[in-house]
């Protein structure tokens, strides 16, 4: 549409994505043949049609499975390379990224590959195309409370290179309390906090996220507007939300695009961002999602101007970062 030009010159930050799932199929075929390691497909147009969801659980099987190409720094290395040219190219410059330790030291691949392999393609796509970028590690909510101490731990030595903590994988059974300790100790070493709560788990775990876990910022939160005393908490919080649009249709959060709550998020007075989750798997980039939803919900430039600004706002930059893009 005639939006396009408009939210590609938009500078926005990335709030949420995680980089595994920036895992394009014919990356992920050329790792399986760099690492001999056998996929459960026979070309990229088989991977694409196996990306049809009915729920989380169904794309996070299949998204572990992927990841399983992932094995050296320099598969790491070229994951994030090509997340930070899609990026650049739709008028991203600053991203704060999640990773997934867990999912790498638990089949075998240590803690250093992943975070070294990521951190120096953070480095190189500064100076390449002038993206910043900050990491954010993701605990497993599926696994326990000691695994996600066993990850925090075996962070220390990057923690000048962590900006913060997150917790993501499958929500319902997994509330926020179960890691309030976690998140306590992780806030006493100076990380920031940011949890997925209330894409599928009812309100209530997105007041534990806010209560148990003061998080600094909330993903997705699409729940939240079922309760209206805890939007009125979110708005008067200034708490930012990380809104995922292509993900939300892809994982049947919203039957369609067109009832998506974007803009009724921000008429309650909420501050959502707009960001990819797991752009190769829900079909779009950043710009993808701000189009597809300016498409759907009828938004003018006014919405998609105050949708970036919050993504700066919302960031983890300092002051005068934010006052240098806003
Ligand atoms: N929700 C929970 N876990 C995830 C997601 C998501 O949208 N993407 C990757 N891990
Ligand atoms: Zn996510």
Redesign the pocket.
């Known amino acids: 549409n005639d939006l396009a030009p408009f939210i590609a010159g938009l500078p926005k930050a990335e709030l949420?994505l995680?980089i595994?799932?920036s895992l394009e199929p014919e990356l992920m075929f050329a790792l399986a043949r760099r690492n001999r390691v056998a996929i459960p497909f026979d070309s990229v147009e088989a991977v694409r049609a196996a990306y049809s969801f009915s729920n989380?659980q169904d794309?996070?099987n299949i998204?572990y499975a992927g990841a399983d190409v992932l094995r050296v720094e320099q598969d790491f290395y070229d994951l994030a390379d090509a997340y930070f040219a899609r990026a650049a190219a739709d008028g991203v410059v600053h991203a704060e990224i999640?990773f997934?330790p867990q999912t790498h030291t638990d089949r075998g691949i240590p803690f250093q590959v992943a975070a070294d392999g990521l951190l120096a393609a953070m480095d190189d796509a500064a100076q390449r195309h002038g993206v910043t970028s900050k990491l954010i590690l993701?605990f497993l909510?599926h696994l326990d409370e000691a695994a996600a101490f066993a990850t925090l731990k075996a962070a220390e030595p990057w923690l000048d290179r962590i900006a913060g903590v997150g917790l993501?994988?499958?929500?319902v059974g997994h509330p926020p309390e179960k890691f309030a300790r976690v998140f306590a100790a992780a806030g006493g070493m100076g990380l920031k906090r940011v949890a997925?709560a209330g894409?599928?788990g009812p309100p209530d775990y997105v007041w534990q996220a806010l209560d148990l876990l003061n998080v600094d910022r909330l993903?997705?939160g699409n729940r939240s507007l079922e309760d209206p005393a805890l939007v009125r908490r979110l708005a008067d919080d200034g708490m930012t939300l990380t809104v995922?649009p292509l993900?939300n249709h892809k994982?049947c959060v919203v039957p369609d695009l067109a009832s998506h709550p974007i803009d009724r998020m921000l008429e309650s007075g909420l501050r959502a961002t707009i960001n990819s989750?797991?752009p190769a798997?829900f079909g779009g980039y950043v710009a993808d999602n701000y189009r597809a939803v300016a498409t759907a919900r009828g938004l003018g430039k006014a919405d998609l101007a105050t949708l970036a600004r919050n993504s700066f706002t919302g960031s983890f930059l300092d002051d005068a970062e934010k006052a240098r893009h806003i």
């Open positions: 949420h995680h595994e799932g989380l794309f996070l998204y999640f997934d993701c909510r993501d994988s499958s929500e997925h894409e599928e993903d997705h995922c993900s994982l989750d797991d798997y």
